[in-house]
């Protein structure tokens, strides 16, 4: 496995991440395969071949169901292996999302993760964004409260999982790192790309498969990591599985 400097962080990330979305939720999400809920032992696998393969980076949310509980229960004993990243703004109960973005709640927040991924720190933190990127950045104190959980130990980076380009330039130019879409069809973002990278700024890579409609062939689940990889700036590409199979292929394109 390749490891990457995640920006100026000091944090070493594996070039593929885990995305734990579907293992806490399997409603409400864009995938292509609705995912089924898997078991606390289909996880434990899933993790013990993730980590023989070398990943080391988690990506998961309050926003993703159970995904932090299951995951406080699962890195019992083996935190310190792994680096973690949540999210803060979005919270998904009875099959609706709901976002909060102020001081108050994204502290909160910081709080309710630490205790359910049952640790005492968090390596990153990004703003859940729903959109209104821009009006987060400036309006919410969202950032300026990461920044202040930052200086207090709680939380070692942050930045924004962004949904425009004017935010996630904001959030390059700006913040420890940036979570970006990419794939071979999907290169609105380089430009956010090459500002992070310009800048020492970390980067994130979501939907890199496009949810699942670039992995159903073999030969396109190849040329996108592979392109995606190839893209000076990522720093980690975090796909989405709870497959070990799966996960495995995915290490093996990047190897
Ligand atoms: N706003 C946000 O902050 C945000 C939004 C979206 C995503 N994300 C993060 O980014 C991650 C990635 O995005 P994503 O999960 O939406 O999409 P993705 O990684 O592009 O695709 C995930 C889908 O691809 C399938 N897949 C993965 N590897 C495969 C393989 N080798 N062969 C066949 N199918 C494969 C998965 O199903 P299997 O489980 O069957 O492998 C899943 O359905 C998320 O998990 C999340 O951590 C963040």
């Known amino acids: 496995m390749q490891y990457r400097e995640l920006g100026g962080t000091g ?7 885990l ?13 292509a395969v609705a995912p089924r809920r898997p078991s606390m032992r289909d996880l434990t696998q899933l993790l013990a071949v993730a980590r023989e393969a070398g990943v080391n980076l988690i990506d998961t949310a309050p926003a993703y ?3 932090e509980q299951r ?16 999210k803060v703004g979005e919270t998904f ?8 973005f102020s001081p108050e709640y994204t502290r909160r927040s910081v709080q309710e993760s630490l205790k359910r991924l049952c640790t005492d720190r968090l390596d990153v933190v990004l703003v859940h964004s729903n959109g209104d990127d821009l009006d987060i ?11 202040q959980l930052k200086e207090e130990g709680l939380i070692c980076a942050f930045g924004m999982s962004h949904k425009t380009i004017a935010g996630g330039l904001h959030t390059a130019e700006t913040c420890d790192v940036v979570m970006t879409t990419l794939s071979a069809a999907a290169t609105a973002e380089l430009e956010v790309v090459e500002r992070a990278r310009a800048r020492g700024c970390g980067v994130l890579v979501k939907k ?8 159903q062939g073999d030969d396109l689940r190849r040329q996108n990591l592979q392109y995606v990889a190839c893209v ?5 590409i975090v796909i989405g599985t709870t497959n070990p199979a799966h996960l495995l292929a995915n290490a093996a394109v990047l190897d």
């Open 19 to 31: 995305g734990t979305v579907a293992f806490g939720r399997t409603t409400g999400l864009k995938y």
């Open 65 to 67: 169901g159970d995904s």
């Open 11 to 17: 944090l070493s990330v594996s070039l593929l991440g």
């Open 93 to 100: 109960e009875a099959g609706a999302s709901r976002w909060d």
């Open 232 to 236: 000076a700036g990522v720093s980690s």
């Open 71 to 86: 995951l406080g229960k699962l890195l019992a004993g083996h935190r310190n292996d792994w680096v973690l990243c949540t």
């Open 208 to 215: 890199s498969l496009d949810s699942g409609r670039a992995a």
């Open 137 to 147: 950045i400036r309006n919410r104190g969202t950032l300026q409260m990461l920044a």
